[in-house]
């Protein structure tokens, strides 16, 4: 090979690429084995002798220990978790990998790989420095914050769970990493599951524990769970009488007795499904489902201890096959400048050759075409700054601790902040188009409050207390009982006994949902008192007492709610021998299961609930005899124990005894809208922001929801695209709705949009149907979506963003079936609510009201955007301005490869000239946070996208051409003459030096005080110290350069003498005046004028900036009255605003 390689020469240059070339491999190489390591930890079993993965994990317990069948392959730390990107040996390389992404950075790698080339003479240590400082900050940003990551994997790892020991017969202190499958653990309440655990025994005689979930699926109330019955003869009523230390022991020596095998299915993220099988002593198998198991995660709650085997670990357990990294997001804006930086990137490619081609029609310039090339290649480097992205993260991370601080965010009750997660997308808060918002826990307080209810033909109520004294509701239901109605009576007894709420030992009721509990206390209200929940054997015993007497009712099955369902059933036996099965569920479902139509009175009772905003429940009863119930029994029991199609055989069977049922009554719940919720979405649809709301309640309940926090107007024209049929069937309901002209009058207007999840399903699948809710989406200011799954909710982001990519979408949620949603948006905002961490863990951003998005979008978001785009636009000017210097000079020096600059004086200039860039933008205000809340229409520059876009690039390119231009022709053709500059060699510290020196100070000059021209507020306190700061700082280093300090010796002397000539020291300060004298005249006129100036930034909002400018005056008053701003290019802007006009 050696020989047959092309005989070129190998320079230091090419070893370098070859070098680079290998070590990107090699990194490749090790992003990819970290990455398939990651994944190959899902199933970490041994193969089987076919060398197929194993099907099931078997846990046999014998007196000597656990047996896993297969072996695990590796023991270490099974049920450790890590959620870090790198490792020791990863880390450099694929933090390096991450980095080359940006195309900015393989350029600037690339310069300082040129600059080493001996023939250039170029100065390559402070590039070479610079590039591997740059990438070596942004690695070790990296680093520290997977550092955090470690620490909260190693606090989750170290966490201390009591582990059976086989040889000392008692159970010890044992790290969460180091549990393993077949560990027999003991819990005690409070505590948190390790890992996925079969519950074998608990305090209770009967097996009975409960766990709180909502680390799992965002659900705050407690599970009601029990160990499998097979397990449950092993606990031996003469453990009663030992102490609670020598209980769990027995029962876990027992355990290890009788041989207990357990076969577990693969491993899969599905949380509900659990199908797995136990034996004892060789015996028949008997079916172990998600009942039976106490998820990793879940706490403990209400019941003294637990002892459990443990059986899925590490990534095996559910919430780890459910864990997923989120999405990494990068914003719009960057995304833009990204192509920025290409296209400048482009130019200098552009210009380094164009030099290159005409230094041939030249004669003087005798060095070859490539050497022109690469030096112009390395002169220009400067133009492209190599700060930009990390000064571009310093602004984020600036932003972020902005938000954290926020005193208007802060949780009163909690003292808990706002959080900012992921500050890469702060600057898409004030670009939002659409909000996709849950409903309940998020805009509702999640606290259900009994309101009305319907029994035969009477309506009851309102319950809901006035002020201090009850809802007169109360009085007539309980006036009605002690008439012997006997209508009202089995509704109530229903409520108390349909159900499974459990009594605390303090007398409050706690259960798996809100509305239980809700109706529990509402049966207690009117006299018919859940007073103790028993456990008989396999049943529990609901003992209630009424005016009657007591009554112990035997629960002998319940049959739990579920998504596909929509109701819940509790089977009660009678003394006879029968049951009797009461029923509570939607609607929509339970009406085709009563025996009749539901009575009139009842059909509109719902109707008028609904449109009160109330949450409905229908409750129905059925008496099942003797023989019947009897049958149903064995099917039951046969379903329960099936190994294959368990769950789907179980609801078949459940669906068997829940028909025919006789109505009894409807229930109507409030959930109540948390404080501001109204206030907010006003404000949001005033900022011109759509606001979607996604929720599980029926079409009649969201509208009138959507009605009372000021989603819908009074004036609004409905769209209702409900109970469709097909998909061209949703296409012309939505085509029809965007025809029709919108209703206005003067309690507001325009259109909203009405969907159920049918519909949805529909739309999603119908590419027509798409484009056309995106368009009638576009047309309208708010959407409510009625029935929707949680994988719907991601489907409705995704199709705005697929219908328009530029489109900003923010989701926010507080429960773990919002997860998906926010996920899937732009920006995704997780609300510390009731329903778990969730949604906080998987958010960019996290609050604790929703009244406080308003403060986030309309405040940081509209001042994240306007500072960013501004930072960027002038960080690039600044290094374009002095670009252009080498430009000019390169065509009056005949393209011979020289720089118009010391080498050294390129090193300091963005060192010197980014420090109050950063601090002054990074907290610049335009208007105070109360204005902007006032005046919401001054978010309309970010959707726009009016500050930051092709034409405002431009513009700042042009300025930036102007300023650098005349920042170098004016001293170095002032200063110098002909012959001094055509001088070669030039003399160090000579004229044209001195004339260079003061061109860059020139330059320096004018991007300090165009600074000062483009901030809203360049005098704050922080501002001013940065600036004096590198203003004081340029001077001695400018003149330790000239001094010697540096290796280049061109600026000898030079410093020194400038400063000593007026003529010099006048062109310094004169130069950069007459550079921005027409901005100067621009702010003087407009003070002097009384109108707002128009900002160097290229904004087109003058009219906004005149009404906050007029609310500001006046004390900040309602802007109710202000006007709309109109804009329609983001350049220029011509409103009259109630007698301010701009020009």
């Given at each position: 090979q050696a020989s047959a390689t092309p005989?070129?020469?190998?320079?230091?240059?090419?070893?370098?690429?070859?070098?680079?070339?290998?070590?990107?491999?090699?990194?490749?190489?090790?992003?990819?084995?970290?990455?398939?390591?990651?994944?190959?930890?899902?199933?970490?079993?041994?193969?089987?002798?076919?060398?197929q993965p194993a099907t099931f994990l078997k846990i046999?317990?014998?007196?000597?220990?656990?047996?896993?069948?297969?072996?695990?392959?590796?023991?270490?730390?099974?049920?450790?978790?890590?959620?870090?990107?790198?490792?020791?040996?990863?880390?450099?390389?694929?933090?390096?990998?991450?980095?080359?992404?940006?195309?900015?950075?393989?350029?600037?790698?690339?310069?300082?790989?040129?600059?080493?080339?001996?023939?250039?003479?170029?100065?390559?240590?402070?590039?070479?420095?610079?590039?591997?400082?740059?990438?070596?900050?942004?690695?070790?940003?990296?680093?520290?914050?997977?550092?955090?990551?470690?620490?909260?994997d190693q606090v989750e790892n170290t966490r201390l769970v009591r582990r059976f020991d086989r040889e000392t017969e008692s159970f010890e202190e044992a790290q969460w990493c180091d549990i393993d499958s077949g560990d027999l653990l003991l819990l005690e309440k409070g505590d948190a599951f390790p890992a996925d655990t079969m519950v074998c025994a608990s305090a209770d005689s009967?097996?009975?524990?409960?766990?709180?979930?909502?680390?799992?699926?965002?659900?705050?109330?407690?599970?009601?769970?029990?160990?499998?019955?097979?397990?449950?003869?092993?606990?031996?009523?003469?453990?009663?009488?030992?102490?609670?230390?020598?209980?769990?022991?027995?029962?876990?020596?027992?355990l290890f007795d009788i041989g207990l095998t357990i076969s577990l299915e693969t491993p899969h993220p599905s949380i509900m499904d659990m199908n797995c099988s136990l034996s004892v002593n060789k015996g028949v198998p008997s079916g172990v489902s998600n009942s039976n198991f106490g998820l990793r995660g879940c706490t403990l709650r209400n019941t003294k201890w637990?002892?459990?085997?443990?059986?899925?670990?590490?990534?095996?357990?559910?919430?780890?096959?459910?864990?997923?990294?989120?999405?990494?997001?990068?914003?719009?804006?960057?995304?833009?400048?990204?192509?920025?930086?290409?296209?400048?990137?482009?130019?200098?490619?552009?210009?380094?050759?164009?030099?290159?081609?005409?230094?041939?029609?030249?004669?003087?310039?005798?060095?070859?075409?490539?050497?022109?090339?690469?030096?112009?290649?390395?002169?220009l480097y400067p133009v492209l700054p190599m700060t930009l992205y990390i000064t571009f993260e310093i602004v984020h991370l600036i932003i972020g601790v902005q938000i954290e601080v926020d005193p208007l965010m802060k949780d009163e009750a909690t003292g808990t902040n706002a959080q900012a997660r992921n500050t890469s997308v702060v600057e898409e808060l004030g670009q939002v188009d659409f909000v996709f918002s849950d409903k309940t826990g998020t805009l509702t307080a999640n606290e259900m409050r009994f309101a009305y209810c319907c029994v035969g033909s009477a309506t009851l109520g309102p319950f809901l207390p006035d002020g201090s004294l009850p809802g007169p509701g109360y009085e007539q239901a309980k006036a009605a009982i002690r008439s012997g109605n006997d209508d009202v009576r089995a509704f109530f007894d229903a409520l108390a006994v349909c159900h499974t709420v459990k009594i605390d030992q303090d007398g409050t009721y706690q259960g798996e949902s809100p509305d239980e509990v809700a109706l529990v206390e509402a049966a207690r209200s009117v006299g018919i008192e859940l007073e103790a929940r028993e456990t008989a054997g396999s049943s529990v015993i609901h003992r209630v007492r009424s005016p009657w007497g007591v009554e112990d009712n035997e629960v002998t099955h319940v049959l739990g709610f579920?998504?596909?369902?929509?109701?819940?059933?509790?089977?009660?036996?009678?003394?006879?021998?029968?049951?009797?099965?009461?029923?509570?569920?939607?609607?929509?479902?339970?009406?085709?299961?009563?025996?009749?139509?539901?009575?009139?009175?009842?059909?509109?009772?719902?109707?008028?609930?609904?449109?009160?905003?109330?949450?409905?429940?229908?409750?129905?009863?059925?008496?099942?005899?003797?023989?019947?119930?009897?049958?149903?029994?064995?099917?039951?029991?046969?379903?329960?124990?099936?190994?294959?199609?368990?769950?789907?055989?179980?609801?078949a069977v459940a669906a068997a005894i829940e028909e025919s049922l006789t109505f009894t009554g409807v229930t109507a719940l409030e959930d109540r809208l948390q404080d501001r919720v109204p206030s907010t979405i006003a404000m949001l649809r005033e900022a011109g922001i759509r606001v979607w709301v996604l929720t599980g309640d029926k079409v009649e309940t969201a509208v009138e929801i959507a009605k009372s926090c000021q989603l819908i107007d009074s004036g609004m024209r409905l769209v209702e695209v409900v109970n469709a049929t097909s998909s061209k069937d949703c296409t012309r309901m939505l085509r029809e709705g965007l025809e029709g002209p919108p209703e206005k009058n003067k309690s507001g207007g325009g259109r909203g949009i009405v969907l159920d999840g049918s519909s949805v399903s529909y739309i999603l699948?119908?590419?027509?149907?798409?484009?056309?809710?995106?368009?009638?989406?576009?047309?309208?200011?708010?959407?409510?979506?009625?029935?929707?799954?949680p994988l719907q909710k991601r489907e409705l982001v995704e199709l705005v963003r697929q219908e328009n990519p530029t489109a900003i979408t923010l989701a926010i949620g507080d429960g773990a079936n919002d997860v998906p949603m926010i996920q899937g948006a732009h920006v995704g905002i997780g609300v510390r609510g009731k329903e778990g961490s969730?949604?906080?863990q998987a958010c960019d951003m996290a609050v604790s009201e929703f009244s406080f998005l308003g403060n986030m979008v309309l405040c940081h978001g509209r001042k994240s955007y306007r500072r960013i785009a501004t930072f960027l636009c002038f960080f690039i000017y600044k290094s374009v301005a002095l670009g252009w210097s080498y430009i000019v000079y390169a065509h009056a020096m005949l393209f011979s490869g020289e720089g118009a600059y010391p080498q050294w004086l390129d090193v300091i200039w963005n060192p010197l000239t980014s420090c109050a860039v950063v601090l002054i933008l990074a907290s610049d205000i335009d208007v105070p946070d109360k204005v902007a809340l006032q005046s919401p229409h001054l978010y309309a520059p970010g959707p726009e996208r009016s500050l930051f876009n092709p034409r405002s690039f431009a513009r700042w390119m042009v300025v930036a051409t102007i300023h650098g231009i005349l920042s170098w022709c004016v001293p170095v053709y002032w200063l110098t003459t002909e012959p001094e500059r055509l001088e070669r060699p030039l003399t160090e510290g000579g004229a044209f030096w001195q004339a260079s020196f003061t061109a860059f100070s020139t330059v320096f000059m004018t991007v300090h005080l165009k600074l000062f021209m483009v901030a809203e507020k360049p005098l704050q306190w922080i501002g001013i110290v940065a600036l004096v700061l590198e203003l004081v700082l340029y001077l001695p280093i400018a003149l330790g350069l000239g001094s010697g300090l540096a290796p280049s010796h061109e600026l000898l002397g030079a410093p020194q003498k400038?400063?000593?000539?007026?003529?010099?020291?006048?062109?310094?300060?004169?130069?950069?005046?007459?550079?921005?004298?027409?901005?100067?005249?621009?702010?003087?006129?407009?003070?002097?004028?009384?109108?707002?100036?128009?900002?160097?930034?290229?904004?087109?909002?003058?009219?906004?900036?005149?009404?906050?400018?007029?609310?500001?005056?006046?004390?900040?008053?309602?802007?109710?009255?202000?006007?709309?701003?109109?804009?329609?290019?983001?350049?220029?802007?011509?409103?009259?605003?109630?007698?301010?006009?701009?020009?």
């Open positions: 005989p070129f020469h190998i320079g230091p240059a090419r070893v370098a690429y070859q070098h680079c070339k290998r070590v990107w491999r090699c990194g490749r190489r090790m992003v990819s084995s970290s990455i398939s390591t990651k994944f190959s930890r899902r199933h970490s079993w041994a193969a089987a002798e076919d060398g046999r317990l014998k007196r000597d220990g656990a047996v896993l069948t297969p072996e695990r392959v590796s023991k270490q730390h099974a049920n450790g978790i890590r959620t870090t990107r790198f490792t020791a040996l990863t880390w450099l390389p694929k933090s390096l990998y991450l980095q080359f992404r940006r195309a900015a950075n393989i350029y600037f790698v690339s310069i300082a790989i040129v600059s080493t080339i001996p023939f250039l003479e170029a100065k390559w240590q402070p590039k070479v420095l610079t590039v591997v400082m740059i990438l070596v900050a942004q690695a070790l940003k990296d680093l520290y914050e997977d550092c955090k990551r470690r620490s909260d009967t097996g009975t524990f409960y766990v709180a979930t909502k680390s799992i699926d965002g659900e705050t109330n407690l599970k009601e769970k029990f160990a499998p019955q097979a397990v449950g003869d092993l606990v031996d009523p003469k453990d009663d009488d030992k102490d609670e230390e020598g209980r769990p022991a027995a029962i876990a020596l027992r637990v002892l459990g085997v443990a059986c899925y670990v590490g990534d095996d357990s559910k919430v780890r096959m459910n864990s997923f990294p989120p999405p990494s997001k990068n914003s719009e804006l960057e995304r833009f400048l990204n192509n920025c930086v290409l296209i400048i990137l482009a130019f200098l490619l552009a210009c380094s050759f164009y030099f290159a081609v005409a230094s041939r029609f030249v004669d003087e310039v005798t060095l070859p075409f490539y050497q022109i090339f690469l030096k112009y290649l390395v002169i579920t998504s596909d369902r929509k109701r819940m059933s509790v089977v009660c036996a009678t003394k006879d021998g029968g049951a009797v099965v009461t029923t509570k569920g939607a609607d929509s479902v339970m009406e085709g299961l009563c025996s009749g139509p539901l009575p009139s009175e009842a059909v509109r009772a719902l109707g008028e609930f609904s449109r009160q905003g109330l949450r409905t429940l229908l409750v129905a009863r059925r008496r099942v005899a003797p023989l019947d119930f009897a049958a149903w029994r064995a099917r039951w029991d046969q379903a329960s124990s099936a190994m294959e199609d368990r769950t789907a055989k179980i609801e699948e119908d590419k027509k149907a798409r484009t056309a809710l995106y368009e009638l989406a576009v047309a309208s200011s708010s959407c409510v979506c009625c029935r929707l799954s969730a949604a906080v400038v400063f000593q000539s007026w003529r010099h020291v006048a062109t310094i300060f004169v130069v950069p005046v007459l550079a921005v004298l027409p901005e100067i005249l621009q702010a003087f006129i407009c003070s002097y004028s009384g109108v707002r100036r128009r900002s160097g930034r290229g904004t087109g909002t003058e009219a906004d900036r005149a009404v906050s400018r007029q609310l500001v005056h006046s004390g900040c008053g309602d802007s109710s009255d202000s006007g709309d701003s109109s804009q329609s290019d983001g350049d220029s802007s011509s409103e009259e605003h109630h007698g301010v006009c701009v020009c």
